[in-house]
C-alpha cells in the first residue's frame, strides 16, 4: 500500500486488470459453470497468461514475484465475477508458491515451468478423513526405501482431485506430531495414485473436488520439498497466504452480492416507488457497505503484515479470514433478503454467491481455528 490509505498505482493497474479479464471472460459464464459443473480449465489457462498462475513465485523461477496484497487483489476482483473459480487459482498459486519457496532448484527446474503457465496445475494436499482441523495427527504415511518412500493413505476434500496433475502432499515419515511430516510433489499418472468420486457440493461447482487416494506410491527422495521433517511448518505458511485469498474471494463474491442488490432496490418498486427510496433499505445498504470496507481495510492490512513477515502475521491473516468471510457472507445473506423471493432464484446471482462462500468459513482452517489461533497468541 503506497500508505495506510491506499493503493499504489501499480496495485490499482493489477487491480483494473483482474476486472477486465472477471468481466469478459469469468462473469458472463459463472451461472453456466455452476448449473452444469463445468471445470473452465481454458478460462483458468487464460488467467495464468496475465501470471495469474504464479503471482507470488519469484521473478527468478519466472512468476511476476507480487506481494499478498496484490494477490488478494487479484482474488477479490475474479471472484467478484465466481469465487469458485476464484478460489480454484488461490490454491494452485499456493501450492507453485511452497514449491519455489521451498523446493531444491531440482525440484523448481522440473514442475515451476508449466505450473506458471499452467499447463500442469497444483493441488494442495493436507486434510485426512480422520484429521481436518487437527492437521498434525494426519496419518498418510511415507515408509523410506532409500532411493524413494512409499506413500500410502488419502487425502479428502482435494481441490482439482482427479483434474489436477501435481499433488503438494503432506506425509508422515517420522513420529507422530508435526515434526514427523514432509511435504512432497506426487504426481497424477504415479502407478497408485487414485482419486474419489467427484463430491456433490453446495456450492463451488466450477471446480471439480475429490479424494486423493495413495497405494504404496513410489514417490522419489528428489521429490522432497523443504528438509525432512518440514512440512508441517511449511503447510501453516501456505495457509497464512491461502487464509488471506479466501477472505478476499469473500469480499469480492459479497461486493457483487451489494452492487446487485443496489442495482436491483434502485429498479423495483413497491408501494408506489422504489426500495431504494425507503430509509430501512438504505440503512441495511450502509452496513453491508460498511462492514465490507472494515473487513477489506483488515484484510489488507494483514495482507502487508504477511508480505513483510512481520512477527504477528499468523494472528492477523486469521484475524482477517475470520472477519471476512463472516461479513461476506452476512453481506449476501442481507442481499438476498433484500432481492425478496426473486434472490433465491438461479436467474439472479445472489443464491450461487449464498452458496459459494458458506463454505468460506470451513476451509483453510475452520473459523473456530481461526480463534483459537488468534485467542493463544494474544494470550502466550
Known amino acids: 500500500m503506497e500508505n495506510q490509505f491506499g493503493l499504489s498505482e501499480d496495485q490499482l493497474a493489477i487491480q483494473e486488470m483482474a476486472q477486465r479479464f472477471t468481466a469478459d471472460a469469468i462473469t458472463p459464464n459463472a451461472a453456466e459453470w455452476d448449473e452444469h459443473k463445468t471445470f473452465p480449465r481454458d478460462t483458468i489457462k487464460q488467467a495464468a497468461e496475465l501470471g495469474f498462475g504464479s503471482i507470488y513465485v519469484s521473478e527468478e523461477s519466472g512468476g511476476i514475484g507480487l506481494g499478498r496484497l496484490d494477490a488478494a487483489l487479484i482474488m477479490e476482483a475474479m471472484a467478484y465475477g465466481c469465487p469458485s473459480t476464484s478460489a480454484f487459482i488461490s490454491i494452485h498459486n499456493m501450492s507453485a508458491w511452497m514449491i519455489d519457496t521451498y523446493g531444491s532448484q531440482d525440484v523448481k527446474d522440473r ?12 493441488s494442495y494436499c493436507l486434510t485426512e478423513p480422520s484429521s481436518g482441523s487437527d492437521a498434525a495427527a494426519l496419518r498418510t504415511k511415507a515408509v523410506d526405501k532409500g532411493d524413494h518412500w512409499e506413500v500410502s493413505g488419502s487425502k479428502q476434500f482435494i481441490s ?138 483488515l484484510l ?66 475452520t473459523n473456530q481455528i481461526m480463534r483459537m489461533i488468534v485467542g493463544r497468541d494474544l494470550v502466550r
Open 111 to 122: 514442475y515451476l515451468p508449466d505450473l506458471i503457465t499452467m499447463d500442469r496445475i497444483a
Open 300 to 365: 489488507y492490512l494483514a495482507a502487508v503484515k504477511v508480505t513483510n513477515g512481520a512477527a504477528d502475521k499468523t494472528r492477523f491473516a486469521a484475524m482477517a479470514k475470520m472477519i471476512a468471510t463472516e461479513t461476506g457472507s452476512k453481506v449476501v445473506d442481507r442481499a438476498l433478503q433484500l432481492f425478496g423471493g426473486y434472490g433465491y432464484l438461479k436467474e439472479y446471482p445472489i443464491e450461487k454467491l449464498l452458496r459459494d462462500l458458506r463454505v468460506h468459513s470451513i476451509l483453510e482452517g
Open 160 to 297: 482439482g482431485g482427479g483434474e489436477n496433475e501435481v499433488y503438494v502432499t503432506m506425509v508422515r515419515t517420522g513420529d507422530d506430531g508435526p515434526k514427523g511430516i514432509s511435504c512432497v510433489v506426487i504426481e497424477k499418472d504415479m502407478p497408485g495414485v487414485s482419486f474419489g468420486a467427484q463430491e456433490k457440493k453446495l456450492g463451488w461447482n466450477s471446480q471439480p473436488t475429490a479424494a486423493l487416494n495413495l497405494d504404496n506410491v513410489k514417490v522419489p527422495k528428489a521429490n522432497l520439498v523443504g528438509s525432512d521433517g518440514q512440512g508441517f511448518a511449511i503447510a501453516m505458511a501456505g495457509l497464512d497466504g491461502g487464509r488471506l485469498n479466501i477472505g478476499a474471494c469473500s469480499l469480492g463474491g459479497a461486493q457483487r452480492a451489494l452492487d446487485e442488490a443496489i442495482a436491483y432496490t434502485k429498479d423495483r418498486k413497491q408501494f408506489g416507488k422504489a426500495i431504494a427510496d425507503f430509509q430501512n433499505t438504505q440503512f441495511t445498504l450502509a452496513e453491508m457497505a460498511a462492514e465490507l470496507e472494515a473487513a477489506r481495510a
